[in-house]
């Protein structure tokens, strides 16, 4: 910065900016994941807390770790590590033990996305490629859920499957069984009382932190719409165990990761286009992926390989989409 | 209301600062630099010599070239130097200093009350013996607008009275108080240019001044006020045209190009007294103002009067002011040398705090927000030019448009990395052929 001789400053336009930074972007979706952090709690009671802290803990020291060996400059401060451990931290299971977080943390934030040149250089989303690092080196404790028990008290000895689980290896029949009926079914999958990750259960809480973020503008509907209605229309045609168009596409949206995943995992800037058109297709390469893994692979979950393989075509979609000049001749070269 | 469809920003406007203060005249200057070049294009040549008297109005530089401007002597007094002076654009340009003689002697100014009744040659001519340039910064020589090659048919004239930067309201003050005579040079344009059908488009945040325009236009039914959004860049040329007509200044080409001239307000008003008065571009509105002023105005001021006079007639700067802008906070340019001249394009002097300015010495990686891209009004991809530029790939930096851009700032203004992408793109630019 040029000071001239009256002591004022000499710099380029524009001179003035916007007041978002970073930070305030990292700690405000950090804050909105609140509401999904508390049903967590409240339903898998104190081992919430503790997985999640964990993630937490192990993702900034790895930040710290890492950024020190490189000779970097120390960005704890931004939140993108704390928020990269909170997401993973939501992404497990309550019953892990405590090395699984550690070093998921330290894949994530660590390897996924120091090693890599840092925030804004990483390819994949660091939370999911931690996730897929535990979920493939300790998969029975990565699917290992706990009965949720009410009231933040639960010891959750018992374990079950999850809906989608039950949903794949035993049918509908099996479900409405568990459930009562249908209707009983989808309240409790609104509210999130099922087993699954900790944080992804209760759709009410993430989609009440996501609506802070569309009205914050921090993101946009374009890539969770997208997603969401490609998963429920492939749900509706492949997923009917009696023909095409027969299956229940609110089951399908309501279960698994999806909601976290479209609406927090699938919108990482740095992992996602940025082209409006790109986007939507994005969404919808997620969403394909996500019912075709559901239904016709091995896992009975498919949102975070189907977000891990589309961030690595987010480039490409990027380069091909662009956007619309301003004037530009429309008539082929 | 109209607007144009991409991008923009909604940066506050702050306009309250000044916009209610009437245009006060600034006390003439003990001694007036007049720059040589204020506009874009040939320098003029200096038709005096040091220690000759000059008279206000006096012509005192001639164009050179096509693309150029005289330049008009604004006070009365002795010439005491031809040197290099600071520009408000940061370059050193060949200046007339002129040591006023406090008797304010003018050249004798041929009026024409009967101005309509003038060919268009004629009044072309004397808008370009008035040395009249485009005076919302860009500073492009009128006539030159006025000329436009034969196959290109003009059928429309805008006003450009949207004043989109943040904090300026010399147009404001100028619409609010002399709505007559600009409607007076709009309608000299449209006789220049042989066409029936004017536009003045206003952002909606100035209610008053779009009623006084229209109460001013009333009585011409070929032209038409049209309110605008409120949004930055609402006022560059072809955002404006977009936002009226409708229509798409093709890329790489010019207004004249979708058969539109725009003209700022304060031209027309120049027109006016170009061509009813006789009274060359010598003098102009200049808001002084932002946070870092201690009481904002709104002042007419000689060409060449220093910045630093302008500052202390409206009671100097505040001790917290860090940093002088020569126009608007997102396209003007940080000040040099307080002793730097009003020129013609000369909109505004804002003096902004150390907390309302950002300091981009520091930045972050980009972090593929696409705000920017939210916020191009040319539809460009400001991230990928930003770091195709920072890497030095200025050829990869072209293929992503570069040279469509205009360099509003919006990209950077929502960059939550506080990057310096117009910067970048600024450099590039320098660095590979369009």
Known sequence: MEQNKQGLIVSVSPHISSEETVPRIMWTVSISLLPALVMGIYYFGPKAVYVTALCIIGSMASEWFVQKLAGKEITLADGSAFLTGILLGLNMPSTVPFYIPLVSAFVAVGITKQLFGGLGYNIFNPALIGRAFALITWTRAMTTWAVPDAAFVAINAKTTATPLGILKEEGMGKLLEVFGDKLSLYKELLIGHRAGSLGETSMIAILIGAAFLVYRRYISLRIPLSFLATVAVGAWIFGGKTGYFTGDPIIHLLSGGLMLGAFYMATDYVTCPTVKSGQILFGIGCGFLTILIRLKAGYPEGVMFAILIMNCFAPLIDRNCRTSVFGAKKEKK | ?434
């Open chain 2, 1 to 434: 209301m109209s607007t144009f469809t991409l991008g923009g920003i909604h940066p506050p406007e702050h306009k309250e600062l000044a916009c209610n203060a009437a245009i006060e005249v600034c006390k003439l200057p003990q001694r007036a630099v007049v720059p040589l070049s204020q506009h874009i294009g040939a320098p003029c040549k200096s038709l005096i010599e040091v220690g000759q008297r000059v008279l206000a109005g006096q012509l005192i530089g001639n164009p050179e070239g096509f693309i150029s401007a005289p330049v008009h002597a604004s006070i009365a007094g002795k010439v005491t130097g031809i040197e290099a002076f600071p520009s408000p654009m940061g370059r050193m340009v060949p200046s007339i200093v002129i040591e006023n003689d406090k008797s304010d002697e003018w050249t004798p100014l041929e009026g024409d009350p009967n101005y309509m009744e003038r060919s268009a040659d004629v009044l072309k001519g004397r808008i370009k013996a008035s040395g009249i340039v485009g005076m919302g910064g860009a500073t492009f020589p009128t006539v030159v607008k006025l000329s436009p090659p034969k196959e290109k048919k003009i059928d429309a004239v805008i006003i450009n009275g949207a004043e989109c930067e943040p904090y300026l309201t010399a147009d404001h003050r100028l619409m609010l108080e002399n709505p007559k005579e600009i409607v007076e040079g709009l309608k000299i344009l449209m006789k220049v240019l042989e066409l029936n059908k004017g536009y003045i488009g206003i952002e909606e945040n100035k209610p008053d001044a779009i009623e006084k325009m229209k109460d001013a236009a009333s009585g011409d039914k070929n032209i038409e006020v049209w309110t605008l959004v409120t949004k930055y860049p609402q006022g560059a040329e072809k955002m404006l045209i977009k936002s009226i007509l409708n229509r798409e200044v093709p890329a790489g080409g010019l207004p004249m190009d979708v058969g539109v001239v725009v003209q700022n307000c304060g031209t027309a008003y120049a027109i006016y007294e170009a061509c009813c008065l006789g009274k060359p571009l010598m003098e102009r509105v200049v808001s002084v103002t932002g946070p870092g002023i201690t009481s904002p105005k709104n002042l007419r001021a000689r060409i060449g009067t220093p910045v630093s006079q302008l500052i202390e007639t409206c009671g100097g700067l505040k001790s917290g002011a860090v940093k002088v802008i020569s126009g608007g906070p997102m396209m003007g340019f940080a000040i040099y040398d307080l002793d730097t001249p009003v020129t013609k394009g000369t909109s505004g002097i804002v003096a902004l705090e150390d907390k309302d300015i950002v300091h981009r010495t520091k930045f972050n990686h980009c972090i593929r927000c696409g705000r920017c891209v939210e916020a191009c009004p040319m539809g460009l991809m400001p991230l990928m030019l930003s770091v195709y530029s920072e890497k030095g790939l200025y050829t990869d930096a072209k293929d992503y448009h570069l040279f469509d851009c205009f360099e509003c700032g919006s990209c950077t203004y929502v960059c939550p990395s506080k990057r310096p992408i117009v910067q970048q793109i600024r450099l590039a630019k320098t660095m590979v052929k369009p």
